[in-house]
């Protein structure tokens, strides 16, 4: 129980860093909102009264705090840019980039497990070989190189998208899965080879000891005591790449939505960095940030799912 009450509060402190790091980094870089927003036409008389009325004039502390305690309350404050809610804006984007970002991390689960449990049995055979081949060339392409090739591939030359031509999930679900499918794709392949090749090195790693020598001893078949036995053991270092690569695929949700064109959290907050739109950034950075220490903490309690023999000291 106290493991988990210092995790909890390390969570908070976390989430508290990183949120005043990324308010005081607006408020060192050049230039401010009430810049960007008056352009050419910002005197110093306008510019004050604009900054006046926005509340930067404001201590820095004073600024962050008012800012926390609406947030915490739900309320992320209003787009500089588009004078709306920051809270609609992200609600509307969020099942763009979750639906990109859950089917992502499916395609590497469903791929990886089957695909390192068969590589661990068949190690050192020519599938194998060709497999981990493949595996390294596919793990040096990063994402949004391989989002260019399927958009040159399937979409210019196959005509399977229309790239730019997104279709919203509210129109037709179908027709948005599917223009997502490439997407996650891109995101997915590097990471199911990575997870591949550790969920291989840990199978046969499990495959040596005894436990597995005495299933076998006692007439049970090896694909049986492989599945029921080695795949739990063998998933739980892997577990960990896992919950990482559920942070790392939302944060290369942002390139890739702006390779294939996917109105999603992303590209919100890409134009939200050129506008110096604070309260959107603010509030992306922060969720992106609870989202990565949220699954660490998940992570923590899949162990002892997997395996209950562990115990978190």
């Known amino acids: 129980m106290k493991y988990y009450i210092k995790k909890i509060i390390t969570l908070i402190i976390t989430l508290f860093a990183v949120s005043l ?96 449990m068969w590589q661990g049995k068949h190690a050192g055979e020519l599938p194998d070989v060709a497999a981990g081949v493949l595996g390294q060339i596919t793990m040096s392409f990063p994402p949004f190189f391989l989002g260019m090739i399927f958009t040159l591939v399937f979409g210019l030359w196959l005509n399977l998208f229309t790239q730019g031509q997104f279709i919203s999930y509210t129109e037709n679900f179908s027709g948005f899965l599917g223009y997502l ?13 990575m997870a591949t090749k550790l969920l291989r090195s840990s199978v046969l790693v499990e495959l040596q000891q005894d436990y597995v020598r005495t299933a076998r001893s006692r007439g049970r078949k090896f694909n049986s005591v492989l599945v029921k036995h080695v795949l739990r053991n063998a998933l739980i270092p892997v577990v960990t790449f896992y919950a990482t690569t559920l942070a790392d695929i939302v944060a290369g949700s942002i390139i890739i939505e702006q390779v294939f064109s996917v ?49 978190v000291q």
Do not use: C
Not at 57 to 82: A, C, E, H, I
Not at 86 to 110: C, D, N, Q, R
Not at 281 to 299: G, H, K, P, S, W
């Open 263 to 311: 109105p999603g959290i992303g590209r919100l907050l890409l134009s939200s960095i050129m506008n110096r739109d604070f309260p959107v950034v603010q509030a992306i950075v922060v969720m992106m940030a609870a989202l990565v220490v949220i699954v660490n903490f998940i992570t923590d309690l899949l162990y002892q799912f997997i395996d209950p023999r562990i115990k």
């Open 181 to 193: 499918f490439f997407p996650a794709l891109a995101i997915a392949l590097p990471k199911i080879a």
């Open 21 to 116: 790091l990324a308010f005081w980094a607006f408020q060192v870089i050049p230039g401010d909102a009430a810049t960007h927003i008056l352009g050419t036409e910002a005197t110093p008389e306008r510019l004050e009264a604009l900054r006046e009325q926005m509340g930067l004039n404001r201590p820095f502390l004073v600024q962050y705090f008012d800012w926390l305690k609406d947030f915490l309350f739900g309320d992320m404050g209003t787009s500089y840019s588009y004078h709306m809610s920051v809270k609609e804006m992200i609600g509307a984007k969020l099942p763009i980039t979750g639906a990109l970002s859950l089917m992502s991390f499916l395609m590497i689960v469903i791929v990886s497990i089957p695909l390192g």
